[in-house]
């Protein structure tokens, strides 16, 4: 089988792949637009974007729609995160932490999965935004994210390191679990 995921960044393709060629399921990058509209959760952003796509593709396609949630920032940027990032970078993030002592935020990750029907999976991770970016792997906010238990940030992990806890990882393991009961 294969199967698409419809995304603009190749890593979280990259973060992906793992778990399903162990189902023989050969995942691949399809890059299409889709409406991401404004919405309060990442949930709503991912099933709208699903059901818009699913006129428009054969066959199954997933989606992943994820956010950084700040604790002193209110949430922010959280569904905003692609724009922000965009715009801002996550130099932004860390000048908008300036002083500020409490650095919790958590990573979540919403995959929308279309065969006919939606399939929605989770993941999230808590951690911390480190005073200044470090490492070169991984993508987005990366350099300034470490997870909950550990002193390095994603971006000085391995591909595999992050996948095993991060909110992605967590997303894709139910999803990878959920596909290979249901596969025909
Ligand atoms: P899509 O085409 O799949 O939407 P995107 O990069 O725009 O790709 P999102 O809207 O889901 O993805 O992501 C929101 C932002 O959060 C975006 O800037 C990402 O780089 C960042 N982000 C998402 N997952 C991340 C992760 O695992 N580590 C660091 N940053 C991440
Ligand atoms: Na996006």
Redesign the pocket.
Known sequence: MRLA?????P??VE?AKRYFEPLGVEVYQL?M?YP?IQADT?EE?AEY?ARWLAGRIDGPFF??????FVEALKGF?GVY??????TLG?WGILKLLEGESNRKAY?K?VIAYWDGELHIFRGKVDGKITEEPRGSG?????PV?IPEGFDRT??EMTTEE?NAI???GRALKAFATWLKENLK
């Open positions: 995921f419809i995304t603009s960044n890593g979280k973060e890059h637009s991401e990442l952003v974007g989606l992943d729609d994820s956010g950084l940027p995160s692609a724009y922000v990032y965009k996550y990573f990750s991984g993508f987005g906010f990366d994210f994603f971006a992050k991060s909110h992605r």
